[in-house]
C-alpha cells in the first residue's frame, strides 16, 4: 500500500527553523550491527555500549508524540538486535499521538521476526538489500550477510501482512548499478517496492545520481512513467512495467536523492541516534543531549521545551558533500 501525507493532527504542530512540520522521528535503538556495509560503517568506528534503555525509549516516544510526532522509526545500527524489540515496539505504539510504526532492518533476523514485529505493532517495514548475488552481497555487507536468509526473511514479511514492504537499494558506481532492474522486479515479486538510494559520503564507494539511476532502470528493461504517490518526507515514486519470466509486471519504484535533488525542501523528520543525542538534521554536527536530560532528572516539559528549541536551529539543507570525515557515519545516526 502507498504511502500516504498524514492528515492534519488535532497536537500542536512541531516546527523547525524553516517552517516545516516536523511529524517523522528516526530513533536509533543501538549502533550495534551484525553487517559491516562499507558505506555505513567505516572501520575504526565505535560502537556504545549504553543506548537508551526501555523504559527511556518510551518516555521519549511519549514526548516526541505530544509534541506532534505521528510515525516511529525504528533503526540502528541493526534494531534487531536488540533483546527487547518486541516490548520496545509493544510500549511505543501505546504512547499517545504515535500512529504508525516503521522498521528499517538488514533482514538477517527477519524470517523468525516478520510475525512477532507486525503483531507487536510494526506496520511498515524496510528491508535494506543492495545485490541479489551472494558473493558480491559478502562484499558490500561483510561476511555474515546471507542472500538466502535475507530473501527467507523478505518471505516472512510477505506473509505477515505488513502495510508496506520496501527494499533500500543504495546504488554504489560499479558495484550494483547492473542489476538495478532485476532489483525493481524482484521487489514486486513481494509485493514491496524497490527504493534507490544515492550514496551519501560516509565511506568509500561512488555515487550515482537519481537521473542516471533513473536512466539504468530504463536500460535494464523499465519502462518508468511518473506517479504521484508520495512517502512521508523526501522519498517520491515512478511506477514501473517491465517483464518478468516472461510474464507482464509493474509496481512502484522508489527514489532517495539525498545529494542531487531536493532531499532537504520536504523534510520532516528528526532523529535520536543510538548515543541517546537528538539531531535535527542528518548532516548536522549540532546534537541535543536527550540521554543526559532524561538520566540527569529532568521534566518531561523542560525535555520538550529542548526538542523545541534545538529543532528550531535546524539548518534549511544538508551539507553532506562537504563533510566527508566530519560527521557521525549511519551506523550511529541510524539513517
Ligand atoms: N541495519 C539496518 C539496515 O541496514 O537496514 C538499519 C540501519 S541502516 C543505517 C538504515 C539505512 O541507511 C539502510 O537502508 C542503509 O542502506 C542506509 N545507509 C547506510 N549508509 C548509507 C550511506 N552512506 N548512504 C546512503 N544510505 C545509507
Ligand atoms: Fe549495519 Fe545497516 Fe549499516 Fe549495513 S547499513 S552496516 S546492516 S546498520
Given at each position: 500500500?502507498?504511502?500516504?501525507?498524514?492528515?492534519?493532527?488535532?497536537a500542536?504542530?512541531?516546527?523547525?527553523?524553516?517552517?516545516?512540520?516536523?511529524?517523522?522521528?528516526?530513533?536509533?535503538l543501538?549502533?550495534?550491527?551484525?553487517?559491516?556495509?562499507?558505506?555505513?560503517?567505516?572501520?575504526?568506528?565505535e560502537?556504545?555500549?549504553?543506548p537508551l534503555?526501555?523504559?527511556?525509549?518510551?518516555?521519549?516516544a511519549r514526548?516526541?508524540?505530544?509534541?506532534?510526532?505521528?510515525r516511529v522509526?525504528?533503526?540502528?545500527?541493526?534494531?534487531?538486535l536488540?533483546?527487547?524489540?518486541?516490548?520496545?515496539?509493544r510500549?511505543?505504539?501505546?504512547?499517545?499521538?504515535?500512529?504508525?510504526?516503521?522498521?528499517?532492518?538488514?533482514?538477517h533476523?527477519?524470517?523468525?521476526?516478520?510475525?512477532?514485529?507486525?503483531e507487536?505493532?510494526?506496520?511498515?517495514?524496510?528491508?535494506?538489500?543492495?545485490?541479489?548475488?551472494?558473493?558480491?552481497?559478502?562484499?558490500i555487507?561483510?561476511r555474515?550477510?546471507?542472500?538466502?536468509?535475507?530473501?527467507?526473511?523478505?518471505?516472512?514479511?510477505?506473509?505477515a501482512?505488513?502495510?508496506?514492504?520496501?527494499?533500500?537499494v543504495?546504488?554504489?558506481?560499479?558495484?550494483?548499478?547492473?542489476?538495478?532492474?532485476?532489483?525493481?522486479r524482484?521487489?514486486?515479486?513481494?509485493?514491496?517496492?524497490?527504493?534507490?538510494?544515492?550514496?551519501?559520503?560516509?565511506?568509500?564507494?561512488?555515487?550515482?545520481?537519481?537521473?542516471?539511476?533513473?536512466?539504468?532502470?530504463e536500460?535494464?528493461?523499465?519502462?518508468l512513467e511518473?506517479?504521484?504517490?508520495?512517502?512521508?518526507?523526501?522519498?517520491?515514486?515512478?511506477r514501473?512495467?517491465?517483464?518478468?519470466?516472461?510474464?507482464?509486471?509493474?509496481?512502484l519504484?522508489?527514489?532517495?536523492?539525498?545529494?542531487t535533488?531536493?532531499?532537504?525542501?520536504?523534510?520532516?523528520?528528526?532523529?535520536?541516534g543510538?548515543?541517546?543525542?537528538?539531531?535535527?538534521?542528518?548532516?548536522?554536527?549540532?546534537?541535543?543531549?536527550?540521554?543526559?536530560?532524561l538520566?540527569?532528572?529532568?521534566?518531561?516539559?523542560?525535555?520538550?521545551?529542548?526538542?523545541?528549541?534545538?529543532?528550531?536551529?535546524?539548518?534549511?539543507?544538508h551539507?553532506?558533500?562537504?563533510?566527508?570525515?566530519?560527521?557521525?557515519?549511519?551506523?550511529?545516526?541510524g539513517?
Amino acid at each position: 500500500m502507498p504511502e500516504q501525507t498524514p492528515a492534519p493532527s488535532s497536537a500542536p504542530a512541531l516546527l523547525d527553523a524553516q517552517g516545516r512540520r516536523i511529524v517523522y522521528l528516526r530513533l536509533s535503538l543501538t549502533d550495534r550491527c551484525n553487517f559491516r556495509c562499507s558505506y555505513c560503517s567505516p572501520a575504526g568506528i565505535e560502537t556504545h555500549e549504553d543506548p537508551l534503555e526501555r523504559s527511556e525509549v518510551a518516555r521519549l516516544a511519549r514526548i516526541f508524540g505530544g509534541l506532534g510526532i505521528r510515525r516511529v522509526r525504528l533503526t540502528g545500527g541493526e534494531p534487531t538486535l536488540r533483546r527487547d524489540l518486541l516490548d520496545l515496539v509493544r510500549d511505543v505504539s501505546a504512547a499517545p499521538g504515535i500512529e504508525e510504526i516503521a522498521l528499517t532492518t538488514n533482514g538477517h533476523l527477519l524470517a523468525s521476526l516478520a510475525r512477532p514485529l507486525r503483531e507487536a505493532g510494526v506496520t511498515r517495514l524496510n528491508v535494506s538489500l543492495d545485490t541479489l548475488d551472494p558473493e558480491k552481497l559478502r562484499r558490500i555487507a561483510g561476511r555474515a550477510a546471507t542472500l538466502d536468509r535475507i530473501v527467507s526473511g523478505i518471505e516472512a514479511a510477505y506473509a505477515a501482512g505488513f502495510a508496506s514492504v520496501k527494499l533500500n537499494v543504495v546504488v554504489v558506481r560499479g558495484e550494483n548499478d547492473g542489476e538495478l532492474g532485476d532489483l525493481a522486479r524482484f521487489a514486486w515479486r513481494f509485493g514491496a517496492t524497490a527504493r534507490f538510494i544515492e550514496l551519501m559520503p560516509f565511506g568509500p564507494g561512488a555515487p550515482v545520481p537519481t537521473a542516471e539511476v533513473k536512466r539504468l532502470l530504463e536500460g535494464q528493461g523499465l519502462r518508468l512513467e511518473p506517479d504521484a504517490t508520495r512517502g512521508w518526507g523526501p522519498a517520491y515514486h515512478m511506477r514501473g512495467t517491465s517483464t518478468d519470466r516472461g510474464r507482464p509486471v509493474s509496481g512502484l519504484v522508489g527514489f532517495i536523492g539525498a545529494m542531487t535533488e531536493s532531499f532537504c525542501d520536504s523534510c520532516n523528520r528528526v532523529r535520536v541516534g543510538a548515543d541517546g543525542s537528538l539531531r535535527a538534521c542528518l548532516g548536522g554536527r549540532e546534537r541535543l543531549g536527550l540521554k543526559e536530560l532524561l538520566r540527569g532528572g529532568a521534566s518531561d516539559e523542560e525535555i520538550a521545551q529542548a526538542i523545541r528549541a534545538a529543532l528550531l536551529g535546524k539548518r534549511e539543507r544538508h551539507d553532506l558533500a562537504h563533510s566527508r570525515g566530519k560527521l557521525l557515519p549511519m551506523i550511529g545516526t541510524g539513517g
